[in-house]
C-alpha cells in the first residue's frame, strides 16, 4: 500500500509530504485548492509522461517520490526480485523532472526506465476518475475491462495470433495471385539474367581477391626492381663486421657490452627479414598472361554489374537473390497451392480458438452480470440492471478480437429494455455504474492500493451515502483514496485531508492538512453548508460523522 508522497515545486505545489494508512483517505477542499494536482504529481511517479511545464515557475526541478509497504504483496516482490531492485519490504518510486524536459526514474534508489518504473507502479495503484468513467461509454474498452475481469489472457492472446497469421497469409496469397498477369514476362527475364549470371559464375570475395592480384601484377617490374635493391642493401650492411670489432676491444666496460647485446639482436632481426624479403621476391615473376586474365575477368565482372546497376562485389549475392526469385515464379501455383492450405488451416484454429473465448466469456458474463446488478441495485438505482451482451460478427470475419462484440448494456428503470451504456445513462447513473465495475474489478486484479478521482461527480444525497459505504467496505480489502467533493463520502473514510491555497501578490502554494476530529467536523460543515457554516450544520456533520462510524 501507498505509505508515503513527497511532492516539490510540482505547478502550484511547493512542498508537499503526505504519510497514509490502510483504510480509506480522503482529500477534501475548495474548488480549484489542487486537490487532483496532487494525483497529477504522483502518476509522475507511476511512470506516466511529463514535461517541464509541471516545474513550479522559478524551480529548476521537481520531484515525486511514492513509498509503499509491499511485504504482504508477493506479486510486486517477486518483480523487484526479477529486475534486480528488492529492498525488504519496501518499493520506493521517483520521479525528477528537469527543465530540459528529460526526467530521471529510480525504484528503491536505482535508475530505471519510465518503462519499468511503469510496470512497477501498475502492480502497486491504479487510479480512477472522470476520464474513466467516459472511457466506460467506448466498445473497445468495455470488451478490454470485460477480458480483464474474466481472466483469460491467453485465449485472448491465442485468438489475436491466430487473426494475424491469417491476414500474413492472405496477404501473400493476394500478391502472388496479383504476380500472376504478368508472371511470363517476369519469368523470361528472370532466366535470360540467371542463365547469364549462371554463365559467369561469380564467387564469394571473387572481386576482391582479382582486385589485388590486378594491383601485384600490374606493379611486378617495379616490385622485382625495388626487391633487388633492398636485397643489395641488406647484404651490403656488416653488422658482424661492427659486433667483431667491439668485442675486440680488450677490457669493454658495462655500457659498451650492452652496446653488443643491441647489435646482437638488430642483427638477428636483419637476417629474418631478410629471409622474408628473399622469399618475397623468389615468387614475383613478370607473367603477361596471367595479368591479361585477370583483366578480362575483372571487365566481364564490371560488365555484368554495370547491366544489373550493382556493385562488381555484389555479384555473388545478387545471383543467389535472382535464382531464388526465379525458383519462387516458377513453382508459382505449388506455393500458391500450399498458401491456401495453410490459411485454410489457420481459419480453422482461429475458429477453435475463438469458440473457447466465446465460451469463457459467457461463463464470465452471468456471474459478473449479476454482481453488477447487485451493486447498482444498493447504489439506489431501483430496477436497474446490468447485462453482458454480445453480437455475432460475419462468419469471414476474423477479428483479433474473436467472433463477437461485447458490449455493456443497462436497464436504468423497470419496465424499458436494456440497451447500450453509451444511449441510456446520466453522469450521475455512469459514475455509479463505473464506481460498481471498478470495485468489482479490483477484487478480481488483487492491486493493493486503489485512487477515486471526483467519480462521485453527479451524484448526492441518499446516493452519495451509499457510495461512502461502499468506499468503506472495499478499503477493508485494498487502500483506498477518494478526492470528493461530497461530505456524504469524506464522512466514512478513517483518515481525512484537506487542500488549500493561498495566494500573495507574487506566488501560489498549496499546502495539505491532516485534520483532527474537531476540524473534521469543520470541513464537513463546510461541505455541508458553503459559506456560512451555523450550528445546526456542524451539529449535521457531528451526526454524519457518528452514523459513518457506527
Known amino acids: ?22 483504510g480509506m483517505s480522503v482529500l477534501t477542499g475548495e474548488t480549484g485548492a489542487g486537490k487532483s494536482i496532487l494525483l497529477d504529481a504522483l502518476v509522475l511517479a507511476l511512470g506516466y509522461r511529463a514535461n517541464a511545464k509541471v516545474i513550479r515557475q522559478g524551480a529548476a526541478q521537481c520531484q515525486v517520490t511514492a513509498s509503499f509497504s509491499v511485504q504482504d504483496d508477493p506479486a510486486v516482490c517477486a518483480w523487484l526480485d526479477e529486475q534486480a531492485l528488492a529492498s525488504e519490504g519496501e518499493c ?25 518504473l511503469r510496470d512497477c507502479g501498475s502492480k ?43 491476414q500474413s497469409l492472405q496477404t501473400q496469397i493476394d500478391d502472388l495471385q496479383k504476380a500472376e498477369s504478368d508472371r511470363e514476362t517476369q519469368l523470361a527475364f528472370l532466366q535470360f539474367q540467371v542463365q547469364e549470371l549462371d554463365k559467369l559464375q561469380p564467387q564469394p570475395e571473387e572481386y576482391a581477391a582479382l582486385d589485388q592480384a590486378h594491383k601485384t601484377l600490374a606493379n611486378a617490374s617495379e616490385l622485382i626492381t625495388s626487391s633487388q635493391s633492398a636485397l643489395d642493401a641488406v647484404d651490403a650492411l656488416s653488422i658482424g663486421h661492427i659486433i667483431k670489432i667491439l668485442r675486440d676491444i680488450k677490457q669493454p666496460d658495462t655500457q659498451l657490452q650492452s652496446l653488443i647485446a643491441a647489435f646482437d639482436n638488430a642483427d638477428i632481426q636483419l637476417q629474418e627479414a631478410r629471409h622474408d624479403l628473399q622469399g618475397y621476391f623468389q615468387q614475383l615473376n613478370l607473367d603477361p598472361e596471367k595479368l591479361h586474365e585477370v583483366e578480362q575477368r575483372l571487365s566481364a565482372l564490371h560488365d555484368c554489374a554495370r547491366k544489373h546497376r550493382i556493385q562488381p562485389k555484389q555479384l555473388y549475392e ?100 436494456l440497451q447500450p451504456l453509451s444511449k441510456v445513462v446520466s453522469g450521475g447513473e455512469l459514475a455509479r455504474i463505473s464506481l460498481a465495475i471498478c470495485v468489482h474489478s479490483t477484487k478480481q486484479q488483487a492491486i493493493p492500493s486503489l485512487i477515486f478521482d471526483e467519480v462521485d461527480t453527479g451524484i448526492g444525497g441518499k446516493t452519495a451515502a451509499i457510495v ?56 464537513i460543515g463546510r461541505m455541508l453548508g458553503g459559506v456560512n457554516i451555523t450550528e445546526e450544520t456542524l451539529a449535521h456533520a457531528k451526526t454524519m460523522l457518528s452514523e459513518a462510524a457506527a
Do not use: W
Request: net charge neutral.
Open 1 to 22: 500500500m501507498l505509505t508515503h508522497l513527497h511532492v516539490t515545486n510540482f505547478t502550484i505545489i511547493d512542498e508537499i509530504a503526505i504519510e497514509l494508512d490502510a
Open 92 to 116: 520506493v518510486l521517483r520521479r525528477v523532472i528537469n527543465q530540459d524536459g528529460r526526467s530521471r526514474a529510480y525504484v528503491n534508489g536505482t535508475p530505471v526506465s519510465v518503462q519499468q
Open 124 to 166: 502497486l495503484l491504479a487510479i480512477h476518475g472522470q476520464h474513466e468513467n467516459q472511457t466506460l461509454m467506448q466498445g473497445p474498452q468495455q470488451r478490454k475491462l470485460f477480458d480483464s475481469i474474466a481472466g483469460h489472457p491467453q485465449l485472448v492472446a491465442a485468438v489475436a495470433a491466430s487473426a494475424q497469421q491469417i
Open 318 to 417: 545478387h545471383h543467389q537473390q535472382l535464382q531464388q526469385k526465379l525458383k519462387n515464379l516458377t513453382h508459382h501455383d505449388e506455393q500458391l497451392a500450399k498458401l491456401q492450405q495453410d490459411l485454410l488451416d489457420e481459419k480453422t484454429r482461429y475458429a477453435t480458438h475463438a469458440k473457447k473465448l466465446r465460451q469463457s466469456r459467457e461463463k464470465a458474463a452471468k456471474p459478473f452480470s449479476k454482481q453488477i446488478t447487485a451493486s447498482l441495485q444498493a447504489l439506489n438505482m431501483t430496477g436497474g440492471e446490468f447485462h453482458v451482451a454480445f453480437t455475432d460478427l460475419p462468419a469471414d470475419q476474423f477479428s483479433p478480437h474473436g467472433q463477437e462484440t461485447v458490449a455493456f448494456c443497462v436497464r436504468t428503470n423497470p419496465g424499458q429494455p
Open 468 to 523: 461512502g459505504q461502499l468506499l468503506q467496505t472495499l478499503s477493508l480489502h485494498v487502500q483506498v483514496l477518494c478526492v470528493t467533493h461530497l461530505p456524504q463520502v469524506a464522512a466514512y473514510a478513517a483518515n481525512h485531508f484537506t487542500v488549500s491555497k493561498q495566494q500573495s501578490k507574487d506566488s501560489t502554494h498549496t499546502t495539505l492538512t491532516q485534520l483532527t476530529h474537531a476540524t473534521r467536523v469543520e470541513e
